[in-house]
């Protein structure tokens, strides 16, 4: 049972324009959540996180936003670059540990 | 700082082998976590160690097992492979403690394993 969804497993997006991953959850004991970038042959890359106190978190071109009524969250990227072509994982946990949850993944391809 | 070292990096098994793989965590870290990538998956939560104690566990068989050690170096085991057993497996560590919200997993680049 998937946890942890994100239901596009892909993306387009022009270069300079924003790009938003989005992601849905289903356990409302999920309190911590994170962003994680994937290169092919690497281990995923931490990005961003957000708890549950919060609605947003900015860091750079990065910022996650999170309604917890919704569970759901989102990564938006402005403005996407073509480094940034990667996928791109979400997580979550609830406060018992360091066991997270993953989404399947988005891949995204921003276009020079 | 030395990141997160796991090999082999790439191991072809047979069906019924097993393995064993290894991961080399931060150095001050007391925390291990594995987990499986596989297509269309993600990556699935197999177990998490700290000080030596498996703290968390996923929903896997219990073919899969791990351990850890005094260093906080651990090893993963897999034993009469499958052929679905054929995946990335990651390793990621963290500083430890109780507490999630504080704890970021810094992941090593994986051991791709596959079994014919």
């Known amino acids: 049972d998937q946890q942890v969804k994100q239901n596009s497993p892909s993306l387009s997006v022009q270069e300079g324009r924003i790009s938003i991953l989005n992601c849905d959850y289903t356990?409302?004991?999920?309190?911590?959540f994170l962003w994680y970038k994937k290169y092919p042959a690497e281990g995923p890359t931490f990005l961003i996180s957000?708890?549950?106190?919060?609605d947003k978190n900015e860091d750079g071109r990065f910022t996650v936003f999170l309604n917890k009524s919704a569970k759901h969250l989102s990564l938006h990227i402005v403005p996407s670059q073509p480094g940034d072509s990667a996928v791109y994982f979400c997580?979550?946990?609830?406060?018992?540990?360091?066991?997270?949850?993953f989404g399947t993944g988005t891949s995204l391809t921003v276009i020079p | 700082k030395a990141g997160v070292t796991q090999t082999p990096r790439y191991l072809i098994k047979t069906r019924g082998q097993q393995v064993t793989l290894s991961c080399s965590p931060i150095?001050?870290?007391?925390?291990v976590s594995w987990y499986q990538q596989t297509p269309g998956q993600g990556l699935q939560f197999l177990f998490e160690?700290?000080?030596?104690?498996?703290?968390n566990k996923g929903n896997f068989p219990g073919r899969f097992s791990g351990r850890q050690f005094s260093n906080s170096r651990s090893e993963m085991n897999v034993s009469t492979l499958e052929l679905g057993d054929s995946a990335l497996y990651l390793c990621?560590?963290?500083?430890?403690?109780?507490?999630?919200?504080?704890?970021?997993?810094?992941f090593g680049a994986g051991s791709r394993l596959t079994v014919l």
């Open positions: 957000i708890s549950s106190i919060k």
């Open positions: 160690y700290f000080s030596e104690t498996q703290r």
């Open positions: 356990n409302s004991m999920f309190d911590y």
């Open positions: 990621a560590s963290t500083p430890g403690g109780s507490v999630s919200g504080a704890n970021v997993l810094t």
């Open positions: 997580a979550a946990s609830e406060n018992t540990g360091n066991q997270f949850y």
């Open positions: 150095s001050g870290h007391r925390s």
